[in-house]
């Protein structure tokens, strides 16, 4: 089975804790709300979004973020926007 990555960029009023979702399903090829796993399984989603808000990224640099979610490997990218990889196959 091919793996497959997608980059999502995120969306001007979207929260990162959104576009880690969006990149989840998309990299699985299902439907967001078809996910057999949560963002909370990973992350504290609003945690998370403080850490890539606009304020805090104006004020210091934000890391990008890696973690596994639902069989996928994540990356938080500094602008808040977010990429999977399946890792399962």
Same mark, same amino acid.
């Given at each position: 089975m091919? @793996? *497959?990555?997608? $980059?999502?960029? @995120? *969306?001007?009023? $979207?929260?990162?804790s959104t576009?880690?979702?969006r990149a989840?399903?998309?990299?699985r090829g299902v439907d967001p709300v078809d996910l057999d796993c949560r963002l909370t399984d990973a992350v504290d989603p609003d945690a998370l979004d403080r850490l890539y808000?606009?304020?805090?990224?104006?004020a210091s640099t934000t890391p990008e973020l890696e973690f596994s979610l639902g069989?996928?490997?994540v990356t938080v990218h500094?602008?808040?926007?977010a990429s999977a990889t399946?890792?399962?196959v």
């Amino acid at each position: 089975m091919e @793996r *497959r990555t997608l $980059e999502t960029a @995120r *969306r001007r009023s $979207e929260a990162p804790s959104t576009a880690v979702v969006r990149a989840v399903a998309a990299a699985r090829g299902v439907d967001p709300v078809d996910l057999d796993c949560r963002l909370t399984d990973a992350v504290d989603p609003d945690a998370l979004d403080r850490l890539y808000s606009d304020d805090r990224r104006r004020a210091s640099t934000t890391p990008e973020l890696e973690f596994s979610l639902g069989g996928c490997s994540v990356t938080v990218h500094e602008d808040g926007s977010a990429s999977a990889t399946e890792t399962t196959v």
